[in-house]
Structures are given as structure tokens and as C-alpha cells.
């Protein structure tokens, strides 16, 4: 396993340009941590697997459709450590 970070820090312009490169690189799938990362990552992709932690509320901010059957309604889903870490999330 090969790790490629990328921190961005207070500087949420930084974000977009980092995702861009870990798409182009290709990764097989991309961890992001809170609700910025994570949107400039649905927005970079549609393919790549996106582990999402922490987002307060992943409905409201419109990365699953809803908790109750996220596999089926939304391209996010929950991740296999959503048991032991409710907020943990799996795009």
C-alpha cells in the first residue's frame, strides 16, 4: 500500500489542485477529512471510491441520499468501520 498525502491546511484553495493531481496520478480510492475535502473530491470524481471523515451531517450536505440504504440511493455509502465509527462514510 502507497500512501500519496496531501494537506491543505486553513487554505481550502489548495484543495482542488491536490485532488486534481491524485485523480490524474490514478488513486484507488481517496480519504478526505471534513466537508470541503470531501466536496472538492465528489466534484474531481465519479470513480475513485471516497472515504469520507469526519462530516457532521452527510445527508444535509448532500453526499448520501440517506443513512437507511445508502449503497442503493446514493454513490456514497457506509464504510465497513461505520459500526465501531458511526460518522465514518464510504463514497
Do not use: H
Amino acid at each position: 500500500m502507497i500512501f500519496e498525502p496531501r494537506y491543505a491546511g486553513d487554505e481550502a484553495n489548495k484543495l482542488p489542485a491536490f485532488t486534481t493531481e491524485l485523480v490524474r496520478i490514478p488513486v484507488d480510492v481517496l480519504l478526505t477529512v471534513a466537508t470541503a475535502a470531501t466536496q472538492t473530491a465528489k466534484n474531481a470524481t465519479k470513480t475513485i471510491p471516497i472515504v469520507i471523515y469526519p462530516v457532521g451531517d452527510p445527508v444535509a450536505a448532500g453526499f448520501v441520499a440517506t443513512l437507511a440504504r445508502p449503497v442503493e440511493t446514493s454513490p456514497v455509502w457506509r464504510s465497513t468501520t461505520s459500526t465501531s465509527r458511526p460518522n465514518v462514510f464510504r463514497c
